[in-house]
């Protein structure tokens, strides 16, 4: 059997114990939709209020019962109703994942476009100054949490500049794309720096290894011109660990970035899970993990297969 | 290990990184020793918000406490839960990795598969749900963290095991000639511990910027007690007011994670056999 | 099964690829644009009880009275209304000119319907518990409302000045759409609402207070306050509520900005869990009071920014608080007290406090715990999230709590629910005493103005030194805009209501 039909026939089995592991896991924390809307006033509530609020958020069953109901459900491809939205999950999902989505590409295209030149440039330039200002930005952009980046780079342009993109009001790319990119900018070179560091160090070193493969080496003694032999001979060759690192990151930015969601005031997939965990609206966290991480697993999945494609000495080993 | 400790002390980047950790661990531990410049929970309401100065190099926060006392106290903290969770998590990986190679089969599946369904849920909400149902704490803190990178280590070490297993390589070496207890030790720690030593190094540096995310968000080490993440938290409402709360932090932890950064590059170096062979 | 959960999820994936938006509509050039960094959790208005739902509820839904800047009350619904000399009947007359949004009457058959779902135990209204009074309700006319009450009760009339008490269609509580459909009789009309994003109003042209001098309210949600702070500087929002008094304190700093602050009803204070070890000894929570430097705990954790306050906080019935019990700290007096109770060495204790909730509860906690220690008291702050936290407080499951409680313009209805003997939450105050129970209940039934004081003065005397929680501070309620934004009062409840009076001059 070969690996990607293995990994396929896992899958099944992995979101199955990642729904009966989130299912498990939101109920466990102390309070509920009751508490988290009425918060100390529930206290006023009389027993047969409760009663009646308990049936109307479906937690008058026993776990199993709510478990098998919402597990049928999914099954249809129903995640259930949000309590917080009075919509279907799946809806609210739908409504928030587009920003994250956008959040991951750009964050992506940033890191590529000045990682993968900047990598190049340090490997050409191996051992000289420039080299070595590039590894130390690049080692130094990894090691700053995306977080900090993110209150720096507010605090450096709201006291520093007193400029800051439009912040609450979010505008869809469909709606406004200079607008929305005008609010995006920011958090995706924030979400983009330790990405773009990340590609920077990848590259730069799959530069060298293949700049002392026997081919390259070949190539430049036949006469071919360095320039020549750099970007059409070893880079292509250069790119397959790029290419696996940024898809692999590119998967957790599909799971929302919680911490850069909250500061800039983006409404993503993250933001949208940690409210949906404070609210105890357990249908919509129940969805929304189930939704990453069924992306996350599609995400990684498509990087090994693009993997075994591009670098014809990788064959998945049959068993 | 002396042997190790000198590569790395000629590897450039171990030297950095080694030099800037050694000053972390030492501020770290007088601050947990109690060895601070001042009391890091003594309150003084006449030295409240104070700027940096010969008195108090960070300055001092809301409460008029000094900030590199608490700085000394937080790295202590943030430190103590990386060490801790990272410890666990290759310990219990290790055990789950070379027990899954081991038994192949059932186990093996169930190990894997568990580990996969951890993996695909998104971290910072995987260690949220954990600490708010145990309640925040050190511990509570350790645990998440742990959980979280645990599947991280059960792959770095059951690939390696898997193969040690199979015994291919046991049989090409053993036509050269060599001993069978060489053999092992020598595929053990050329192909497990190198990967595993990186691994950690690097490890450690991702559970301080979790710490300090969760920190941030409310959910980590509690007041009055600091953490770097806590410091962070604690200086955004006021970082107009006392901007040194905010760069004080903010660069301690950078300077950390880039300490375990520059470290796990050079063991990396050092360890792996192609670029060994190649400094040769 | 397997195969049936790929092809699922495959249908997942493919609508992922598809996915659209349509989150925010276009924005109105005359709109006020609101940011806030608390959204409502729900639109039905007899069921949200969170300050953040009211606040956003009470621009589209109106109760039959309401609070002015002044903490008075004025009409909403009701134009007029009337108690029999006993205080057991009220008559209500409701404005005539009273329209839902869509167009129909407000009539006396909806101020019915509305207080009979409130009453329904089926409903979950957490307001009922106020309203359980009602014995009947009728209607002699459309514009009509009587209430008969099971005895005398002069507070009931503040206790329907709340959004809690708000008044909904017949037709909708009959169609089932309330929490769905917002139609209201406010200021302003619901266009949409995105949880914990944004929302737009409309406003109201038929609205019987008067002319609403904006086109509507733009509102979003900005979960950081520092980003409210950058996006007024930036003048991307005309208004912001803020929550936070370090970040409320550099509004008037900025140039084309101001800040409108009142005084609140709603009290931060130190509550002792009476029924846990030493807290059962009158003295040990005396002790504690005096212990206390409220000043100081204001001082940083507020920035000084509120005022010193006893159990009562409106000022139509606040005691000055140095009548009160211990009110200046006094350490000898606390060691004193510590040690007529046995307990001269201290002792260990836990102090709850909800991450956030308010933002300023962290730094209480440890302004407290410090202090504290000054009399043997070694507290362990413990952080809760908010709903963690109202779990343990429910259940009284504390030894003390860092709380910051609302505040209501009469003391009756403000603390019946704690210092009654059938009180809902006095199994949270876990302290009750004879005279507590009896001057409520003379209280409640007094209709005379100047004994009324007398009574709820002397029920905050004794609260005060009976210590079964120590009282701190009210802080202010904080709006910043930006200096062409006129005509906004800020209300000792924090309403937003004022903006139904707001112009726009740029």
């Not at chain 3, 313009?409 to 005493?433: E, F, S």
């Not at chain 3, 805009?481 to 903006?499: A, H, K, M, R």
Request: glycine share 8%.
């Amino acid at each position: 059997m070969s690996y990607p039909i293995k990994r396929l026939l896992v899958f099944p089995l992995v979101m199955l114990g990642v729904s009966i592991f989130v299912f498990v896991a939101i109920r466990l924390v102390p309070g509920d939709a009751i508490t988290a809307m009425l918060g100390t006033e529930s206290g006023l509530l009389t027993p047969k209020q409760r009663e009646a609020l308990t049936a109307y958020f479906g937690l008058d069953q026993n776990w199993f019962v709510q478990f098998w109901r919402w597990f049928a459900g999914v099954l249809q491809g129903d995640l259930g109703i949000s309590t917080t939205y009075g919509k279907p999950v799946m809806t609210v999902i739908l409504e928030h994942f587009p920003l994250t989505l956008e959040l991951a590409v750009l964050s992506m295209l940033i890191a590529l476009a000045i990682g993968i030149p900047a990598g190049i440039y340090a490997a050409t330039h191996k051992d000289r100054p420039s080299d070595l200002i590039v590894r130390v930005v690049a080692m130094v952009g990894q090691s700053t949490p995306s977080f900090v980046v993110g209150l720096l780079l507010v605090y450096l342009l709201s006291v520093g500049f007193g400029v800051l993109p439009e912040m609450g009001t979010f505008v869809p790319i469909t709606e406004d794309p200079i607008a929305n990119l005008a609010q995006m900018i920011l958090p995706a070179i924030t979400l983009g720096t330790a990405f773009a560091a990340a590609v920077i160090r990848m590259s730069r070193s799959a530069m060298l290894d293949i700049l002392q493969e026997d081919y390259v080496r070949t190539a430049r003694s036949k006469g071919i011109p360095r320039r020549r032999v750099i970007w059409r001979h070893a880079l292509p060759n250069a790119l397959i660990p790029v290419v696996t690192l940024s898809g692999v990151e590119f998967g957790y930015l599909l799971g929302g970035a919680v911490l850069v969601e909250q500061i800039f005031a983006l409404p993503g997939l993250g933001r949208t899970v940690l409210d949906a965990i404070l609210q105890r609206d357990y249908a919509l966290v129940q969805g929304a993990v189930l939704f990453i991480a069924f992306n996350f697993m599609v995400v990684n999945l498509l990087v090994d297969l693009a993997y075994a494609a591009l670098d014809p000495r990788i064959r998945f080993e049959t068993k | 290990m002396t042997a190790l400790f000198k590569d790395v002390l000629r590897h450039p980047s171990g030297r950095i990184g080694l030099t800037l950790l050694i000053v972390f661990l030492l501020a770290g531990f007088l601050g947990k020793a109690g060895i601070t410049p001042y009391d890091p929970l003594m309150q003084d309401r006449i030295a409240r918000l104070q700027g940096p100065s010969s008195a108090h190099w960070f300055g001092t926060d809301l409460f008029g406490r000094d900030v590199l006392s608490r700085l000394m106290v937080g790295i202590g903290q943030s430190f103590v839960i990386s060490f801790f969770s990272v410890g666990i998590a290759s310990l219990l990986g290790s055990v789950l990795g070379l027990t899954a190679a081991w038994f192949s089969g059932l186990w093996d599946g169930a190990v894997m598969r568990f580990m996969d369904v951890l993996l695909a849920f998104p971290a910072i909400l995987l260690a949220l749900l954990i600490i708010t149902i145990f309640g925040p704490g050190t511990w509570t803190s350790v645990l998440a963290i742990a959980i979280v990178y645990t599947p991280i280590f059960t792959r770095v070490t059951r690939g390696p095991a898997l193969s040690l297993r199979r015994r291919d390589f046991v049989d090409a070496a053993r036509t050269f000639g060599t001993s069978r207890s060489y053999i092992m030790t020598r595929h053990l720690a050329l192909n497990l511990v190198a990967p595993l030593t990186v691994q950690i190094t690097l490890a450690l540096a991702w559970a301080l910027v979790t710490e300090a995310g969760l920190s941030f968000l409310g959910l980590g080490t509690q007041p009055p007690n600091a953490s770097l993440g806590l410091m962070l938290s604690d200086a955004r409402n006021l970082m107009e007011l006392a901007p040194w709360l905010l760069w004080v932090p903010a660069i301690a932890l950078m300077l950390a994670v880039l300490s375990f950064n520059l470290l796990g590059d050079a063991l990396r170096d050092i360890l792996d056999p192609k670029t060994r062979r190649r400094l040769a | 099964m397997s195969k049936m959960i790929s092809k699922s999820l495959t249908t997942i994936g493919l609508a992922v690829a598809l996915g659209t938006t349509a989150l925010s509509g276009a924005a109105m050039a005359e709109n006020l644009k609101v940011a806030w960094s608390q959204d409502a959790t729900g639109l039905d208005p007899h069921k949200q009880t969170a300050f953040s739902s009211i606040r956003f509820l009470e621009l589209m839904y109106e109760p039959l009275v309401r609070l002015d800047k002044d903490a008075k009350i004025v009409p909403a619904l009701a134009s007029s209304w009337e108690f029999n000399d006993e205080a057991t009947v009220l008559t209500m007359k409701l404005d005539d000119g009273a329209k839902f949004h869509d167009g129909s009457a407000v009539t006396s058959a909806d101020v019915k319907a509305s207080f009979e779902r409130i009453l329904d135990e089926e409903v979950g209204s957490a307001a009922r518990a106020n309203f359980t009074a009602i014995t009947s309700i009728d209607t002699p006319d459309e514009k009509t409302v009587v209430f008969n009450l099971d005895g005398p009760n002069v507070p009931f009339l503040t206790a329907l000045a709340s959004v809690n008490a708000a008044v909904v269609q017949a037709s909708a509580i009959d169609a089932g759409t309330i929490g769905t459909e917002v139609v209201g009789s406010g200021p302003f009309k619901y266009e949409s609402w995105t949880p914990n994003s944004n929302a737009t109003l409309v406003a109201n042209g038929d609205w019987h207070g008067g002319e609403v001098a904006i086109d509507g309210l733009d509102i979003s949600v900005l979960p950081d306050e520092t980003a409210i702070l950058a996006a007024l500087r930036s003048k991307q929002v005309d208004f912001a509520l803020i929550n936070d008094p370090f970040v409320a304190t550099l509004i008037p700093q900025a140039s084309g900005l101001k800040l409108a602050k009142a005084p609140v009803l709603s009290y931060h204070v130190l509550q002792l869990n009476p029924s846990r070890g030493p807290l059962t000894e009158q003295k040990v929570r005396q002790a504690i009071s005096c212990a206390v430097d409220r000043q100081d705990v204001l001082d940083t954790a507020l920035l000084g920014e509120g005022a010193v306050s006893g159990p009562l906080t409106m000022a139509a019935y606040a005691t000055p608080v140095d009548e009160l019990f211990c009110y200046t700290q006094d350490l000898d007096k606390a060691k004193a007290l510590m040690a007529e109770a046995g307990y001269a060495d201290g002792f260990d204790m836990s102090i709850m406090a909800a991450t956030g909730e308010p933002p300023t509860a962290a730094s209480e906690a440890q302004v407290l715990q410090s202090q504290l220690s000054e009399i043997g008291i070694n507290l362990t702050i413990e952080m809760k999230e908010l709903n963690v936290y109202v779990d343990h407080w429910l259940k009284a499951n504390f030894d003390m709590a860092v709380a910051l409680n609302g505040g209501k313009p009469d003391p009756y209805t403000m603390y019946n629910r704690y210092w009654t003997k059938d009180g809902n939450l006095q199994h949270v105050a876990n302290y009750i005493d004879d005279d507590l129970d009896n001057l409520m209940a003379q209280g409640r039934e007094e209709t005379d103005p100047a004994k009324r004081k007398e009574i709820f003065q002397s029920f905050e005397k004794h609260l005060a030194e009976v210590s079964p929680w120590v009282w701190l501070y009210t802080g202010y309620s904080y709006a910043g805009s930006q200096d062409y934004v006129d005509g906004f009062e800020p209300t000792p409840t924090g309403s937003l209501f004022g903006l139904a009076d707001v112009s726009l001059n740029k």
